[in-house]
C-alpha cells in the first residue's frame, strides 16, 4: 500500500459527460501528479500541484482540469468525454523538499472507461 | 529537455536467469535521481529501486541491481534469480532536482518483460 488513495477505482461513463477522480497523497506529501495511462502505453504526465498550487503542465487537454486543495487532496475534472479518454489515470504524490525524501508513490489509479 | 529512452520494448528471461534492462536519459544537470518502477497486469506502480545521481555506488535491493554509468547517461536494471513474479512493465524514471518545489518526473516507455517457466 503507497499511501496514495484515488477513487473511484472504476468508471464507465457515456461520450460527452463529465467525470471528477479523486486523490488522497500520501500523509505530508505536499506534490500531487496526474498522470494518463492508455492502454499498453506509457504514463503521460498531465499535471502537477504543489501545496494547492499548480506547478507544471504536461500533455492536459482543455477539456480536463485539476485542483489541488488546502487538506491537500486533488481531483482532476474531465469534460465532454471522448472514447479515446478511456484510460488508467494515476496519481502520485511526493515530498517537495529535498530532504524529505524523492521518491513519488502512486496510487491504484482509476480506470475510466467511455462508451 | 530531459529525455528518457528504453529501446526494448520486450525481453524475456528464463526463471531462476538473470536479465537486464536498459535505460538511457539526456540532461544537464548534475543533481538528479533516477527510479525504476514496476508495473504488473493489475496495473499499480510498484517503486523497485532509485538511484541518486550523486552517489557512485549502485543502488541494490534484494535481487535488483542497478549499473548507473552517470558520464554515459546510463542507468540499467539487472533482476538476478529471475521469478515467475517478476514478469510485468518496468518503467525507468527520470527526476530533476531543485529547491523550489517543482519536480518533473519523467518516464520512459517501458520494458515487457516475460519470464518463462
Known amino acids: 500500500d503507497s499511501g496514495v488513495t484515488q477513487t473511484p477505482k472504476h468508471l464507465i461513463t457515456a461520450t460527452g459527460q463529465r467525470v471528477t477522480l479523486r486523490c488522497s497523497p500520501r500523509?505530508?506529501?505536499?506534490?500531487v501528479y496526474w498522470y494518463q495511462q492508455s492502454l499498453d502505453q506509457g504514463l503521460q504526465f498531465l499535471i502537477q500541484y504543489y501545496n494547492g498550487e499548480e506547478r507544471a503542465k504536461g500533455n492536459i487537454l482543455e477539456r480536463f482540469s485539476a485542483q489541488q486543495f488546502p487538506d491537500l487532496h486533488s481531483e482532476l475534472n474531465l469534460s465532454s468525454l471522448e472514447l479515446g479518454d478511456s484510460a488508467l489515470y494515476f496519481c502520485?504524490?511526493?515530498?517537495?523538499?529535498?530532504?524529505?525524501?524523492?521518491?513519488?508513490?502512486f496510487g491504484e489509479g482509476s480506470w475510466l472507461t467511455v462508451v | 529537455a530531459q529525455t528518457v529512452t528504453q529501446s526494448q520494448p520486450e525481453m524475456s528471461v528464463q526463471e531462476a536467469e538473470t536479465v537486464t534492462l536498459s535505460c538511457t536519459y539526456d540532461?544537464?544537470?548534475?543533481?538528479?535521481?533516477l527510479f525504476w518502477y514496476k508495473q504488473p497486469p493489475s496495473r499499480q506502480m510498484i517503486l523497485v529501486i532509485r538511484?541518486?545521481?550523486?552517489?557512485?555506488q549502485n543502488a541494490t535491493e534484494n535481487r535488483f541491481s542497478v549499473n548507473f554509468q552517470k558520464a554515459a547517461k546510463s542507468f540499467s536494471l539487472k533482476i538476478s534469480d529471475s521469478q515467475l513474479g517478476d514478469a510485468a512493465m518496468y518503467f525507468c524514471a527520470y527526476r530533476s532536482s531543485t529547491t523550489s518545489g517543482t519536480y518533473k518526473y519523467i518516464f520512459g516507455t517501458g520494458t515487457r518483460l516475460k519470464v518463462l517457466a
Open positions: 540532461t544537464s544537470e548534475s543533481d538528479y535521481y
Open positions: 538511484q541518486e545521481a550523486y552517489k557512485q
Open positions: 502520485a504524490s511526493s515530498r517537495a523538499h529535498q530532504s524529505s525524501g524523492n521518491t513519488i508513490y
Open positions: 500523509s505530508g506529501d505536499l506534490s
